[in-house]
């Protein structure tokens, strides 16, 4: 894992808190233990106070649903913004379907510095409608706009996502799945254990046990499930685990559940004990009809468990058929029935393909390479931004020479670090368009100390009043539009001609004109490193003496100066009534 330097706020939005807890419940705790403020946003719930006793704080979206309801999802987005401009997260975090749409673009607009979103599953299938695909594959291309990386889960939903370029390739990558390993380990309870769960639950020592964990909706396939456990004889027990959720419209009715109670089904509700109750179980079925990858069956699998699931996305990552389970077709209940009855009645058969499951969910599943994943993606985006508080923690800080694209991270670090004078008061394009006019420029040094990320800069040119002249020249106009709503002010205006007609107090043409680094950083000795590459390389050129401006009063510039070699040769004034020192360097 990429540890963070400084730790950010890390903002992550589901629906409801149950995906908080048991989705993205890693993540948050990555960001907690680095430092960082972990902060999760969705429904209030009863998951909240364990996710507050963990120290992720919760902030309630009281409008979020998971039904389809058009006016609690536009009130839902209005909150999350009013939450944004609050809280100011430095990365938010997104989980689809609903969340993963507006919040990506409401982050985005919100000026979240990192936004990113997972994919759980992209929620159309090949199998379904060509105008259900087009709607879905046009939100999804439209939000992934506003992201700065998709993480995608499912291998098979990766390629398509980057083959239609309904991401953008460069910014997808794949995630995967994992769980906690540690605690899904069948070598955690023995036959005494196995023997005391069943008892718990009224089950017989001897029958075969089927278990399903997954709300209890249509599109798990339950209605398939119930009806293959009509099929089976007396030998199986089917236990059924996980809640009823009728907010969503194919909710079970409470008639099929009482029937199949009846006929000797199981159902446990919600339960946060399942690894004790995989260790009862004997084989574990997944007939969902859609799933983006089943968390479910990967916790079956690590836990020893054959898996006959549905020949699907995300089911088919998870078992490979004839290996560490079975594979059937959506809603064939006489294949899930016979694929139950064979391996029920075949315990070699179980046993191999459960070593099988275990070596695969230790080389595919582990949770720590998804949370490992996830905290270089932030690590990277916001590299890529040169934000230095998500910089990797112990990468070393090299020096190098300017490139391009650096010029908008020159542009963020003067607004931070420089905060008088009058350049910044231009504002951000403005020095977005200086720098990258000085890295273009032949006779320019441009230096930054990169750290997985600009984390500081010098920057200066060898003929201060030649390079004042190509900027008016090839740069002028483009420079006049960006920094036309500040120069509106006559004062800034008159300033702005000041420093133009500027020419130095002493006969040095070569110049220092700005460095700086970020507070993440500072007291590394990093500006001494940039300072004296800088005026090597301004050896290199030929130079013989370099100034430098300061105003008179920034005892911190003037120590940094000295520290280099330059010496006081006297004062000026740049703009009026405000006094700077010049100083002079010369090699020695």
């Known amino acids: 894992m990429s540890p963070l330097s400084v730790g950010p706020k890390v903002a992550h939005l589901t629906t409801i808190d149950l995906s908080l807890r048991y989705l993205v419940m890693p993540q948050l705790l990555a960001a907690r233990d680095l430092g960082g403020e972990a902060i999760g946003i969705s429904a209030s719930g009863p998951h909240v106070e364990e996710l507050e006793r ?21 009130r839902a987005a209005r909150e999350l913004w009013a939450i944004l401009r609050r809280e100011r997260p430095e990365v938010l975090h997104t989980h689809n379907p609903k969340p993963g749409l507006y919040g990506r673009v409401l982050g985005r607009l919100a000026r979240v510095p990192v936004v990113v979103n997972t994919v759980h599953g992209v929620y159309a299938t090949p199998d379904d409608r060509w105008s259900k695909r087009l709607v879905v594959y046009a939100l999804e291309a439209v939000a992934s706009r506003f992201s700065d990386v998709e993480l995608v889960q499912s291998a098979e939903d990766f390629a398509l996502l980057t083959r239609w370029r309904i991401t953008r390739p460069a910014r997808t990558r794949l995630l995967g799945n994992g769980v906690d390993l540690a605690r899904f380990d069948p070598s955690r309870f023995t036959e005494s254990d196995r023997s005391q769960i069943r008892a718990e639950v009224g089950i017989d020592g001897d029958a075969i046990v089927v278990g399903m964990v997954g709300r209890l909706v249509a599109e798990k396939g339950y209605p398939e499930l119930l009806a293959a456990a009509q099929r089976l004889d007396h030998s199986f027990v089917v236990v059924c685990v996980g809640p009823d959720d009728p907010e969503k419209g194919d909710a079970l009715p409470r008639r099929m559940v009482e029937d199949a109670e009846k006929a000797g089904v199981r159902f446990l509700g919600m339960r946060t004990d399942v690894d004790r109750l995989y260790a009862a179980m004997d084989l574990f079925v997944l007939p969902s009809h859609r799933e983006g990858f089943p968390r479910a069956a990967m916790e079956a699998a690590a836990m020893g468990l054959p898996v006959i699931a549905t020949d699907i996305r995300g089911c088919r990552e998870v078992v490979e058929d004839g290996v560490n389970g079975l594979l059937f077709p959506v809603g064939d209940v006489d294949a899930l029935t016979a694929a139950v009855v064979d391996l029920g009645t075949d315990s070699a058969r179980r046993r191999a393909m459960g ?22 993606a932030y ?3 916001a590299a890529g931004k040169g934000l230095a508080w998500l910089a990797p923690q112990g990468a070393e800080v090299t020096t190098r020479s300017a490139l391009r694209s650096d010029a908008a991270h020159l542009a963020r670090l003067h607004l931070d670090a420089i905060t008088t004078g009058f350049l910044p008061r231009l504002g951000r394009p403005f020095l977005r368009v200086l720098y990258r006019a000085l890295i273009g420029w032949n006779d320019s040094v441009v230096v930054v100390a990169d750290k997985g990320g600009v984390v500081g800069f010098v920057a200066g040119v060898a003929d201060t009043g030649r390079f004042y002249r190509h900027f008016v020249i090839r740069h002028g106009l483009v420079a006049a539009v960006a920094a036309a709503p500040r ?20 006969d040095v043409a070569a110049e220092l004109l700005s460095t700086a680094v970020d507070v993440s950083v500072r007291g590394q000795g990093i500006a001494h490193r940039l300072g004296d590459s800088f005026l090597a390389e301004m050896t290199g ?3 013989s003496e370099v100034k430098v401006v300061v105003g008179a009063d920034n005892s911190a510039a003037i120590a940094l100066y000295e520290s280099l070699g330059f010496v006081t040769a006297g004062t000026i004034e740049v703009h009026a009534r405000e006094t700077s020192l010049e100083m002079v360097w010369s090699p020695q």
């Open 54 to 74: 963990a120290g992720i704080r919760h902030i309630p979206l009281h409008s979020s649903t998971r039904g389809m309801d058009i006016l609690a999802d536009v």
């Open 355 to 376: 070593r099988a499951a275990i070596r695969k969910a230790a080389e595919r599943f582990d949770e720590r390479k998804v949370v490992s994943t996830v905290m270089d």
């Open 379 to 381: 690590a990277g985006a």
């Open 487 to 506: 120069l509106a002010r006559p004062s800034l205006l008159r300033r702005a001609v000041e420093t133009l007609r500027y020419g130095g107090g002493v």
């Open 541 to 543: 050129l030929g130079v």
